[in-house]
């Protein structure tokens, strides 16, 4: 029997007889191109929730409907998905959950009115019922390396939520560029979000960057949350740290000159451990991440952090004499944990990179810290052994969209080469972890870096498909899924696509 062209696969389908098809549409659709435009719908579903009644959207000449109906049973974000020759029938237990029934409708409309070009919708009638097999499904996006508009943020946002995901990872600061407001600290955005840029031109004032404002960030947020999409803010510390300290030389520990970074890498400068100002600084800005954020974590960041400047620096000697450490490396664990500690403070709960796990043994790791395995799967694995929560987003497992997709010069994307099928095999909580370790993975994401990307376009080459991929990782239980499957339902999708005005990788998956 041929799959019904969702992704992610949904946990049960059961195909029908006859179809659900029309001209006109119900109101859900806002226009055929299906560009976000349901703000009505969904405002008039979170209410019909509270009320606790259905509600009926009918097509012009009332030959269909979209329900959308109180269920018993079903997940917090499960549905489940009736549709027969009158009405196309959401079931879930919250808005949560029908908005993911939703999507998948959508999917459904969008994916037979590409094949019409817009002239009619008929899809198999069907009964679906669907759950995620993880609660955290996201996706990072460097807004650092190059900056994105805020349109096409939330672009990418109603396109990840399309795909089942639920977390938009904010990579907002970076040695190349500082993107947030903080108030009282102009300078981190006045210089902190400007650098040179030779790549595009010869003249050496050739400037680059830009900065979102408070408005266009409680913009971006509220756009994420009517799609049920919780966006995580990432502030880099204390590495990944020229932008800050070119705006303020005196965090850092030679005091500079510093500038912010138009070249790619790891660099030696870093936060000094040694002043107590890199904590005021770092209060300002959780500050302004809980003015701006609602979601419940901030992601400190924590990886690729240079000790050499630590080393040195009489300020950071002293600091590790005062705490009795013996090598420089640990004062990383010792800010972490005072980081961790300030937003717990702030009702947050931290998020480092996998980083955060090295030279704990003497000061441990901060209680509930939250991390995120990038460089392989093994941080992950440590952290559940010691009991933390994980969210897996492993370089080496399909999760790096900024690698090339194949391997060829014609290709962009750098660093490595990760194809669709190997995005696809991707597995949050492989077997190889007990049940308790798998019990604390709390799902995945993927990344996309953007050093050397400075076209929203390429980006979107790079993105997808391989993110459609790793959404079927993270929503669909491995029995239900199958790469041939997944290869079938995707030549839906490319259309679909392209009628969204999304640039997608069309090469070989394998
Ligand atoms: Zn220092």
């Known amino acids: 029997m041929q799959d019904m062209c969702i992704i992610p696969r949904p946990s049960e389908t059961t195909l029908k007889e006859g179809f659900f098809q029309g001209r006109s549409l119900p109101p859900v659709t806002g226009d055929v191109r299906f560009s976000n435009e349901t703000a009505i719908f969904r405002a008039q579903m979170n209410d019909a929730f509270e009320r606790a009644d259905n509600m009926r959207m009918r097509s012009e000449s009332a030959a269909q409907s979209i329900v959308c109906a109180h269920g018993t049973g079903f997940a917090d974000e499960g549905y489940g998905l009736i549709i027969t020759e009158r009405e196309a029938r959401i079931e879930a237990s919250g808005p949560k959950g029908c908005y993911r029934g939703l999507q998948t409708l959508r999917q459904l409309l969008a994916a037979s009115l590409a094949d019409s070009e817009g002239r009619e919708f008929r899809i198999p009638c069907a009964e679906i019922r669907d759950e995620p097999r993880f609660p955290w499904r996201g996706f990072m996006l460097d807004c650092s390396r190059t900056f994105f508009s805020a349109a096409f943020v939330k672009k990418q946002i109603d396109l990840i939520s399309m795909y089942g995901m639920n977390t938009f990872h904010w990579h907002l600061t970076d040695d190349q560029g500082w993107r947030l407001p903080v108030k009282g600290w102009p300078k ?14 010869a003249e050496p004032d050739h400037i680059v960057g830009g900065f979102y404002t408070e408005e266009e960030i409680r913009e971006v947020v509220a756009y994420a949350a009517a799609r049920h999409i919780e966006v995580i803010p990432e502030i880099d ?6 932008a800050i300290l070119a705006a303020h030389p005196e965090l850092g520990c030679t005091g500079g000159p510093y500038a912010v970074e138009d070249r790619y890498g ?15 600084f770092a209060a300002a800005v959780f500050d302004a991440l809980g003015d701006l954020f609602p979601s419940r974590f901030v992601h400190i960041g924590g990886d690729e952090v240079r000790f050499e400047r630590w080393k040195e620096c009489p300020r950071c000697s002293l600091r590790m004499k005062e705490f009795g450490l013996g090598k420089p490396e640990e004062l990383q664990a010792w800010i972490t944990m005072r980081l961790a500690n300030m937003l717990h403070e702030r009702g947050k709960t931290a998020i480092g990179w996998d980083e955060v796990l090295h030279e704990t043994e003497k000061l441990g790791l901060p209680e509930n810290l939250i991390v995120m395995s990038w460089t392989g799967t093994e941080g992950g694995f440590e952290a559940a052994r010691r009991g933390h929560r994980v969210v897996m987003t492993p370089m080496t497992d399909g999760c790096y969209l900024n690698f090339k997709p194949l391997d060829s010069q014609e290709e962009p994307g750098r660093l490595d080469i990760t194809t669709v099928k190997q995005s696809y095999a991707f597995d949050p909580a492989p077997p190889v972890m007990t049940a308790e370790q798998a019990a604390l993975v709390e799902g995945g994401q993927c990344n996309f870096w953007s ?22 990782s993270l929503w669909t239980r491995p029995e239900r899924k199958n790469f041939e499957s997944f290869k079938g339902r995707l030549r839906a999708h490319r259309k679909m696509l392209d009628l969204l005005n999304v640039c997608h990788y069309r090469g070989p998956l394998e």
């Open 188 to 201: 981190l955005t006045e210089i902190g979000a400007w650098r040179t840029d030779y790549h595009v031109s």
């Open 237 to 242: 510390l204390p590495g990944h740290a020229s």
């Open 266 to 280: 790891i660099f030696p400068d870093v936060l000094c451990a040694g002043t107590d100002k890199i904590f005021d």
């Open 451 to 472: 050093e050397g990307i400075d076209s929203g376009r390429i980006a979107e080459y790079l993105v997808y498909p391989r993110l459609c991929a790793v959404a079927e």
